[in-house]
């Protein structure tokens, strides 16, 4: 392996970090599958959070030991998880009561597109040949107070996830608060994009010729 | 004497018609009644309405239903897992329709069923594609889409322990649906994994009452679907 010392941008573990720095103690949270499920490793010494899926548990444990796998105990990417004591198990129907009703303070959520108004497109492609398939993320979108997406800066064709108006349908309007990518921390206000923090070795000009609407600096660095 | 007990998983299932709506509990394998499904299988009743949460794996339980050529629709909100091969090459081949309702809709439109509410408005799938065609109403500055509600003829549900009355507990999150679709179903059936005398179930737990309920079947050990699936198992 050849040694650059020149790094571009975070790796899915730091974005991570980022995202659980943001969130506060005592939060209530559901992560989304695959790099949201990554934050639950991050959360700084002192803050506890419980986690929900939303399939039926609050108070979701770390992945089990594979000989002491529960068949019946899996997140909502169907995987085997456990759960911590003081947990508590639910039908659908009070778990989207927590989602809907607003008790969830917090969820992180993956992206294919995100516009400047925070518009989210998470679930579809829109190929006519894909079958669709939503979930929960409509229903998190719409109940969930604070809605955090945490995704690649871009697509794996090298285009740009952060767009002015989403082309694929959308999951949520005007829903997303905050975006972590590989290359910077983004803030959707009323105003537009914010940019609240860049990646090593990123700077404005690079971050904006990789996004597809445009972006603002804040007027001075927050405290 | 109430005695919901029946003694096999076929006479389960008897009674179950042509063109029926069967809701059928569970979240991936977790509590999906994988005995009572096969059991419907061998009763052979098509043109089903099939409202459940995916659409199987591989071709056993619901899989090997919608395989079976069974089910005319789905109502559902995950129809692809990583192991679903069946539901995507006849919905390919158009022959088999979905309803795709977003999961918490999906939750929310079989309690109502179940609770003698007709229509409820959520604020879930507006501005998207899953909204159109549907009515929708501002209430308090904020607009919502209205929602059916979803009754069934039948449900097929999997708990861990019940009695003659028919109150249930169910195992870690192999709840999911179960609780909401016994409420919205005129037959709900039920296997559990051990049935105890009336009163062994604490009042203070019960999931389910037993006015919910109206079958009950005892499979002391239900098989894993994923291990079938590793094993690359059909079903008949």
Known sequence: ??????????????????????????????????????VADFVPKGRELIYQTENGLLGMGKVPENE??????????????????????????????????????????GAMQVSEQGDLANW???????????????????????IFVITQHLTKHGDPKIIEKCSYPLTG??????????????????????????????DFNYLQKRTGAKLNQYAQRQV | MIN???????????????GATVMIGGFGEAGSPIELIHALIDYGAKDLTVVSNNTGSGHVGLAALIENKQVAKTICSFPR?????????????GEIELELVPQGTLAERIRAGGAGIPAFYTPASLNTPLAEGKESRVIKNQEYVLEYAIKADFALVKAETGDRYG??????????????????????????????????????????????????????????????????????
């Not at chain 1, 392996?1 to 941008?9: F, L, R, S």
């Not at chain 1, 004591?85 to 129907?93: E, L, N, S, T, V």
């Not at chain 1, 492609?125 to 969930?144: S, Y």
């Open chain 1, 1 to 38: 392996m050849i040694q650059t010392d020149k790094k571009i941008g975070w790796d899915r573990n730091e974005m991570a970090q980022k995202v659980a720095l943001d969130i506060p103690n005592g939060s209530y949270v559901n992560l989304g599958i695959g790099i949201p499920e990554l």
């Open chain 1, 68 to 109: 002491m796998a529960d068949r019946e105990l899996v997140n909502a990417g169907k995987k085997y998880v456990t759960a911590i004591p003081g947990a508590a198990y639910f039908h659908h129907a009070d778990s989207f009561a927590m989602i809907r009703g607003g008790h969830i303070d917090v969820c992180v959520l």
């Open chain 1, 124 to 146: 579809s492609t829109g190929a006519k040949d894909a079958i669709p398939a939503v979930g929960g993320a409509m229903d998190l979108v719409a109940g969930v107070n604070r």
């Open chain 1, 173 to 202: 309007k005007q829903v997303v608060e905050s975006i972590y990518t590989n290359l910077a921390v983004i803030d959707v206000k009323e105003e537009g994009l914010f940019v609240r923090e860049m990646a090593p070795n990123v």
């Open chain 2, 4 to 18: 919901k007990i029946v003694k096999s998983a076929a006479e389960a299932v008897n009674g179950i018609h042509d």
């Open chain 2, 81 to 93: 897992t990583a192991n679903s091969k069946v539901f995507p090459e006849l919905y390919h081949a």
């Open chain 2, 167 to 236: 109150n249930l507990l169910y195992h870690a999150t192999a709840r999911n649906f179960g609780p909401i679709m016994c409420t919205a179903s005129k037959v709900a059936i039920v296997q559990v994994k051990k049935i105890v005398e009336p009163g062994q179930i604490d009042p203070e737990t019960v999931v389910t009452p037993g006015i919910f309920v109206q079958k009950v079947i005892e499979i002391n050990n239900p098989v894993d679907e994923s291990q079938l699936v590793e094993e690359e198992m059909s079903y008949p």
